[in-house]
């Protein structure tokens, strides 16, 4: 700073004040938010997992702030309808995107995506993570996923593989699956979770990575199998089944949800939520909940979400290239 001692203590003296209130009115802008309803846009049917999740958590939220948190369900084009919708929607803190594993992989399917996740939203929550299960009808002659790999190897054009569409973290845990153990399987896309547990059952597809919280009763009834689970550790509603990375050394996949605002969200508005979605997640009844579905919850920052999102964005974006996976 230039000038005299004088003339730089007296400027000195005039900023504090102007810091003191940057800092009050960001507080004031914190607390203020939320005053009016706040649509929460899930880019997928009702009924599904991020759809029970987001009704779950925001409804502790809308009861916590005082104000409607209203899910609105925008379905389509595998999740990339919602988004566009939340993307264009004015950075208030009015529009909430309750974003999934998708938006990690879009950017390397789609060459006409009307915006980008990495530049158009901040991400600030993340609400679950789902490690996904090695599936197989009772049909198929392997008790273990080495036996598996085994059989798709022996079988003439290999085994037929199920998954919930191009691009999907089901159909990328079926590729990286392949290509890890040298096995051929044959891609079977579906357009949803519904007929792909039909058909597998029935033997039309032979293994599918369903998302750890979804076929429980088909396991208890016998009428499906599971081989392995694609995280860590063990899962405590099926404390015996291996993780695959026994088999296939750092095999790891995930089905994700998290919150995201779009870009230009005062900085104190993105904590606000976090804050308040932390909090809800926390409540034992909620986490009950979640648990006994495997679905895998942590206290998380903004700055937490931003890293796991990069990483998970990098890592599929640069795998759906390697592997020629595409959409139009």
Known sequence: MTGTPRLRRRAALLATPMLLLSGHMSRAQESAWPK????????????????????????????????????????????????????????????????????????????????????????????????????????????????????????????????????????????????????????????????????????????????????????????????AQTGRGRLASLPDLPPLSDTLPGFETYEWNGVFLPKGTPAAIVTRLNTLLNAAQAQPEIAAKLRAQDLLTEPNTPEQFAEFFEAQSERWQGFVKQAGIRLE
């Open 36 to 227: 009016r309803p706040v649509r929460v846009i899930v880019p997928w049917p009702p009924g599904g997992t991020a759809d029970v999740v987001a009704r779950l958590l925001f409804t502790s939220v809308a009861e916590a702030t005082g104000q409607p948190f209203v899910i609105e369900n925008r379905a389509g084009a595998t999740g990339t309808i919602g988004a566009a919708v939340a993307a264009q929607a004015a950075p208030d803190g009015y529009a909430v995107l309750y974003g999934s594993t998708g938006l990690s992989v879009e950017a390397a399917l789609f060459t006409n995506l009307s915006y980008s996740a990495q530049r158009d939203f901040v991400p600030v929550f993340r609400s679950i993570t789902v490690p996904q299960l090695l599936l197989v009808n009772p049909k198929v002659k392997a008790s273990t996923s080495a036996e598996l790999i085994a059989l798709s190897k022996a079988t003439p054009g290999g085994l037929n593989g199920a998954s919930a569409g191009i691009g999907s973290i089901q159909h990328l845990a079926l590729e990286l699956f392949s290509r890890q153990s040298g096995a051929p399987v044959n891609h079977v896309p579906y357009r949803g979770g519904a007929p792909i547990y039909a058909d597998l059952m029935s033997g039309q597809v032979d293994l599918y990575f369903g998302n750890a919280n979804g076929p429980t009763a088909f396991l208890k009834e016998g009428t499906l199998r599971a081989l």
